[in-house]
T-cell receptor, first 114, second 117 residues
Framework: DQQVKQNSPSLSVQEGRISILNCDYTNSMFDYFLWYKKYPAEGPTFLISISSIKDKNEDGRFTVFLNKSAKHLSLHIVPSQPGDSAVYFCAGIMIYNQGGKLIFGQGTELSVKP | NAGVMQNPRHLVRRRGQEARLRCSPMKGHSHVYWYRQLPEEGLKFMVYLQKENIIDESGMPKERFSAEFPKEGPSILRIQQVVRGDSAAYFC???????????????FGPGTRLTVL
C-alpha cells in the first residue's frame, strides 16, 4: 500500500527556470508533509515542511503547496540552480509520542542544466 | 552542533555473519529512527526509538533484526545472520521534541552502506 507517490521518476529543467515536483498521497491522517533532498552516497537533507492545515509554505527559493481536496502537494523551486540537481523525496508523517514515522515517496530525480 | 553520526559508513559482511550499525543522534535529540533504502527503491521506515524504549517497530523484519537506544551511548541496529537481500543503505535520523509544535523535524545521518557477499 503506497500511501505517498511520486509519479515522475525524473525531471529536467533549465537553470533559472522553475522546477515543480509533484507528490500525491492517499492517507488523510497525515499531520505534516516534508520534502527532503538527497545527493548520491549522502543522507537526505530536510528542505521544507507544511502542516496539513495550511495550503502554502515558503522558504527562500522553495515553496510547498498543499491541495487537500486533491490529496496533492508540490514543491516549487525558483530559480532553479545546477546545485539543486539531486533526488527529491516527499514524505508524510502522523505525529505520535512527539515524533512519528516518515512515509516516503519513491523520489524524483531533478536535473538542472546550465 | 554536530549532526547525526553513523558508523561505519561502509560495512561488508559474508552471509551468516552479524552486522552492527551505530547511530549517535544530534545533541539534545532523544528520538531516533532507522530507515532502509534498498537498491532502486525509496526509503522505508524500520523502527522509532526513544531512550530505552521502542516506540514503533512496525517496519522491522520479524526475524534477525533488532534495535536499541540505551540510556548511554549510541543507538544500535543489529542484523543477525545476514543474507544478500539485506544489502542496502541504512539511514538513521534523530529529532527532539519542540514544545510549541509537539514534534520536531527529523535530521538524517550519512548512512551505512551494507554489502553482504
Amino acid at each position: 500500500d503506497q500511501q505517498v507517490k511520486q509519479n515522475s521518476p525524473s525531471l529536467s529543467v533549465q537553470e533559472g527556470r522553475i522546477s515543480i515536483l509533484n507528490c500525491d498521497y492517499t492517507n488523510s491522517m497525515f499531520d505534516y508533509f516534508l520534502w527532503y533532498k538527497k545527493y548520491p552516497a549522502e543522507g537526505p537533507t530536510f528542505l521544507i515542511s507544511i502542516s496539513s492545515i495550511k495550503d502554502k509554505n515558503e522558504d527562500g527559493r522553495f515553496t510547498v503547496f498543499l491541495n487537500k481536496s486533491a490529496k496533492h502537494l508540490s514543491l516549487h523551486i525558483v530559480p532553479s540552480q545546477p546545485g539543486d540537481s539531486a533526488v527529491y523525496f516527499c514524505a508524510g508523517i502522523m505525529i505520535y509520542n512527539q515524533g512519528g514515522k516518515l512515509i516516503f515517496g519513491q523520489g524524483t530525480e531533478l536535473s538542472v542544466k546550465p | 552542533n554536530a549532526g547525526v553520526m553513523q558508523n561505519p559508513r561502509h560495512l561488508v559482511r559474508r552471509r551468516g555473519q552479524e552486522a552492527r550499525l551505530r547511530c549517535s543522534p544530534m545533541k539534545g535529540h532523544s528520538h531516533v529512527y532507522w530507515y532502509r533504502q534498498l537498491p532502486e527503491e525509496g526509503l522505508k521506515f524500520m523502527v522509532y526509538l526513544q531512550k530505552e524504549n521502542i516506540i514503533d517497530e512496525s517496519g522491522m523484519p520479524k526475524e534477525r533484526f533488532s534495535a536499541e537506544f540505551p540510556k548511554e551511548g549510541p543507538s544500535i541496529l543489529r542484523i543477525q545472520q545476514v543474507v544478500r537481500g539485506d544489502s542496502a543503505a541504512y539511514f538513521c535520523a534523530s529529532s527532539g521534541a519542540a514544545e510549541s509544535l509537539g514534534w520536531d523535524t527529523q535530521y538524517f545521518g550519512p548512512g551505512t552502506r551494507l554489502t553482504v557477499l
